[in-house]
């Protein structure tokens, strides 16, 4: 017997139960879409097929669900799949959640003790010729690019050691290249980090393996043409912590926040661990070497920023500490240095998740994108928003140089998840196109692409689901080149 | 660019558009799913690809959706799509509406002239291992039982001459016979009938051909054990007519309203032709042959049932005369007689779908159940009702013996499509068993499959799903040993 989902107040959360697959041909549409979008905007997250074992679990836990909107000649397809990874199997088959806290396998159920628990939940990723969903705690999963169906586990032919793959990986927009790395690569609390890099044809051309000076979620990193950067703050775990049947990360506030520095084509014994202040950079926007210097841009909090892992010292959660702003960090790569400077680039406007112009990644660039939230604009009474984060209503496009902030507000019955751009030709510039992403319109229960021009950030398109879908965590365009498709329907 | 469908106020409509095609797995339930319903819920209804030409248009034009709730073990999935005929597949083609006023092709585009033309939104049909979908303006459009992917029109291998096929065959619960019609047959505005017997492994076995006093609309008709029972009422078209731009039919006051009796192992010469007052039988529930008498009972209107469907006359519709209730028409099947003997059951509670235990079809029978409306009971002020019948609120138990009616009421904000028996097991009493139906939950936007202890008339549980999903016009029940399959995720 399934449980009702709205009894314990999922609709109005982050991560929402949807619990459904979907298609919608030739969707409605306010305004035009422009002509020149072509491709498909791929999306992961969550949408709990069953309830969490535990009410305190994270969200993180929720089924990974796939979707993708598809344009072609001013018209757009929306599909969503779950992820069928063998969890999703094995609870739809036992019909409940079988499962424990988030990645702390000691409460599973002993029938799926051995099976890989990976939700598969966070990111999409395209790369020669594939598509993947990802989750930091496992390798990729390979997903039919058209009808969204599973394929399975992808180990690059046998060539990628690592147990876990990064949700952030990131695709050399010249060479084609996807730089990658696992942590706890060796299996749960090892604080092993094997690094990849995969060449344009998805061959595995280099592996370096670090050792971290403690064990600890390593969200994301960057890479310059040169280097790789790679943020550690101090939510961590360790054997002890779980087997004590915890949730799977924790704030440590007497460990320090390091960044390590690696080049591309450097070994271990090449890196640099700088020493910052403390907080955490969950997320990143790009980073450029520029000589002796090399420059990490990425929303930055001064604290833990989850409000489901819990402090070690017992401190309560502080959501000003869990907020990120923008910031530009800058090493010296010259001797001696072991400490980075901190730049507040753009603290009105606080946010987690931003994105750039992917032709410009590891390269000199101007602008950033990103949800954030203007307190100053609460929502309409009433409307049902319910998550441990503050809901984004604006979008902004953040001149990197100028330090101008351009907005677009979404209006005050709808939450804005992470944007998207999509150049509006292969070699416009930098810049140039559109900025999309989803809005939850609350009050009609229902999803809405928002399709908005990136430079004026002014909307110029909206695609109207007849339903909500769930909510994402990352998002990514595939050119149509990238993944060759045919519209249905089109003669 | 697709029109906003909000803009007409489809959504509250009969035939809301809602233009997704979904897959909900081990559905949401409150109560407890009775683990003895084993098989498949197939309902068909019509949901608009893309709006209508005319907005004077009948909603019987949106194109054909057919779903199924699957039920084992306790549990349910559930599953939607278009019924993917050429209309269909040539609307999503061009991104817009290309055909005309129902079932007129003057106003059709161009470049759709010869194509079959049915939106094939009527009725599912379950037979000798097939699934249909049927609209008695075109033959029958086979489906997928599982996936339900369309295959495309069936001919019964080349052996079914009509051009068109009955939305209400019957299929003899004994013999497994399937007795069916098409109108028009030869082609439109044709007054040719071909009544055909098809053996319950598929084959055609019989073939009569009858002409008809008029071309009307021949919606339903019954059987008895020894009889087949035509009502003919006027709701009528023409070639002129249809040639003048007009929506298919008309209803002409001044013709009679007759009813055709033929042994079902006759010929055409061997019909009978009954006249009764004015009205419409547009739904039969069941006929009965008792020596020298044969009974039909069918809910019956005093006049033009469709608000959509002009009085000749140019007199406004009447919602009064629309309005059936289930009465029980005697026939004489001695020499001489031409009328036939009515008798008004339940005036109290109007209603125009009702159905049986169907393996009671042409067989002595108690119990009738049908969806009617209390007028006692309105909606919740501000529940965005909007059709051209009345909305159900109730289901009734109708006993055709003792005329005792057992009501089940649904609440004030839900509104039921047709119901179906579901019968507790192969062998058990008629009557015992379950009532399914599924309601339209209109403050929460989603629809909820019903399941009521058919003796008791008492819900048991209800099916939540997180959307609201297309009007059903008919359902079937196909029990498991009919059409087995495997539930998803059941180990």
Redesign the interface.
């Known amino acids: 017997?399934?449980?009702?989902?709205?009894d314990r107040d999922f609709a109005s959360n982050f991560f929402t139960?949807?619990?459904?697959?979907?298609?919608?041909?030739?969707?409605?549409?306010?305004g035009?879409i422009p002509e020149d979008i072509h491709g498909t905007f791929y999306r992961v997250g969550g949408d709990w097929?069953y309830p969490p074992k535990f009410d305190h679990d994270s969200a993180f836990s929720a089924d990974g669900y796939i979707s993708m909107f598809r344009f072609a000649n001013?018209?757009v397809d929306?599909k969503g799949r779950?992820v069928r990874t063998p969890r999703f199997?094995a609870n739809?088959?036992?019909?409940r959640q079988l499962f424990g806290i988030y990645r702390n396998r000691a409460a599973d159920d002993p029938s799926v003790r051995g099976l890989n628990s990976t939700v598969s939940n966070t990111t999409p990723l395209v790369h020669a010729g594939r598509l993947f969903a990802l989750k930091e705690d496992a390798r990729p999963w390979e997903i039919d690019p058209h009808t969204l169906e599973t394929r399975g586990e992808w180990d690059f032919h046998g060539k990628y050691s690592s147990l876990t793959f990064t949700a952030h990986p990131k695709v050399d927009p010249v060479t084609g290249e996807l730089v990658c790395f696992g942590y706890e690569a060796t299996g749960e609390a090892s604080n092993d980090v094997f690094i990849y890099t995969i060449d344009k044809h998805g061959e595995v051309k280099r592996e370096v393996r670090l050792k971290m000076p403690y064990v600890s979620e390593l969200h994301d990193f960057a890479i310059s043409r040169e280097h790789i950067v790679i943020p550690v703050y101090p939510l961590v775990t360790s054997k002890e912590w779980l087997e004590a049947g915890n949730i799977h990360w924790a704030w440590d506030d007497t460990l320090p926040f390091y960044t390590a520095v690696l080049p591309r084509d450097g070994d271990a014994k090449d890196v640099r661990w700088y020493r910052g202040s403390k907080g955490a950079a969950v997320h990143t926007l790009n980073a450029v070497t520029e000589g002796n210097r090399l420059v990490l841009d990425a929303p930055v909090s001064d604290g833990n920023p989850f409000p489901f892992f819990p402090n070690k010292d017992g401190a309560p959660f502080d959501p000003q500490k869990a907020m990120s702003t923008i910031r530009r960090w800058t090493f010296d790569l010259g001797p001696n240095a072991d400490t980075w400077h901190e730049e507040n680039l753009f603290p009105q406007a606080p946010g987690a998740l931003g994105r750039i112009d992917d032709r410009f990644i590891a390269r000199p660039y101007r602008y950033a994108y990103m949800g954030y939230t203007d307190a100053s604009r609460p929502f309409e009474p009433g409307t049902p928003y319910k998550s441990a984060f503050p809901a984004a209503n604006c979008y902004g496009r953040f001149d990197m140089q100028t330090r101008e902030l351009r907005t677009y507000y979404v209006g005050k019955t709808c939450a804005l998840q992470e944007c998207c751009f999509v150049p509006r030709s292969k070699d416009a510039p930098e810049g140039d196109g559109y900025l999309i992403g989803v809005a939850t319109n609350f009050p009609e229960?229902r999803s809405e692409l928002v399709i908005l021009d990136a430079q004026r950030m002014e909307e110029v398109a909206r695609v109207?689901?007849?339903?909500r879908i769930s909510d994402q965590v990352h998002g990514t365009w595939a050119p149509y080149e990238d993944l060759p498709f045919q519209m249905?329907?089109?003669?």
């Open positions: 017997m399934v449980q009702r989902f709205g139960t949807l619990r459904f697959e979907g298609d919608v041909l030739d969707c409605e549409v306010e035009k097929l001013g018209r929306y779950f199997e739809l088959a036992a019909g229960k109207i689901l007849p339903f249905p329907g089109k003669s």
